[in-house]
Nanobody, 115 residues
């Protein structure tokens, strides 16, 4: 049984940084593409970034140059380093495979960027 648990969110001022973590149980990571998604209030869930391994990564245009996705398969963990945060980055952040698997959605972690 796969479980993904996100953490690291919080309230941060514009321009600040946060690092999100996603710990996976079961076989969620293995050699699969892992991704971070976010859902802003009143909006649909959107892809933020995904990673296969190393530099094999993808970033949405809205976060490119500010966010960095990484993974540590030994720790079954995927990270999202977020720098230069903007109010429009506010939302609930989730990790999942890419493409996502419906049954893998966790509770997510709330990120609020506000002064």
């Amino acid at each position: 049984q796969v479980q993904l648990v996100e953490s690291g969110g919080g309230l941060v001022q514009p321009g600040g940084s946060l690092t999100l973590s996603c710990v996976a149980s079961g076989s969620a990571l293995n050699s699969n593409i892992m991704a971070w998604y976010r859902q802003a209030p009143g909006k649909e869930r959107e892809l933020v970034a995904h990673i296969l391994r190393g530099t094999n990564t993808y970033y949405s245009d809205s976060v490119k140059g500010r966010f960095t996705i990484s993974r540590d398969n030994d720790k079954n963990t995927v990270y999202l380093q977020m720098d230069g945060l903007k109010p429009e980055d506010t939302g609930v952040y989730f990790c999942n495979r890419f493409p996502w698997i419906e049954e893998y959605w966790g509770q997510g972690t709330q990120v609020t960027v506000s002064s």
